[in-house]
């Protein structure tokens, strides 16, 4: 294994009603995008018993797909509904 796999594992908490509506709304178009990307293993945003809280883990076969991810993200609907909402997340593998 001559690539370095990287994982984000942690939390999306919203503040409020407001914001957890649109994570919803948002949610399944991000999940569908994301699992289709070239080097994504695993992606699930998951409920937790807290309303306001999803527990998000991914896995990436490398760096780059993983910021390719990021990049494409970023201009995406679900950043556009998620912006402001606190994340909580552990990054591992990355240089």
């Given amino acids: 294994m001559g690539m370095t796999e990287v994982t984000l594992s942690g939390q999306l908490i919203c503040a409020d009603e407001d914001e957890a509506a649109r994570v919803r709304a948002a949610l399944d178009a991000h999940i569908t995008a994301t699992r289709a990307e070239v080097g994504c293993i695993a992606f699930s945003v ?3 018993p807290d309303p306001l809280i999803w527990q ?22 679900w950043a556009e ?13 990355m240089p």
């Fill in 81 to 93: 509904q998620t912006k402001g909402i606190k994340r909580a997340y552990t990054i591992q593998g």
């Fill in 56 to 77: 998000v883990d991914e896995r990436f076969t490398d760096p780059s797909a993983f910021e390719a991810h990021q990049t494409r993200a970023s201009t995406s609907e």
């Fill in 46 to 48: 998951a409920p937790t």
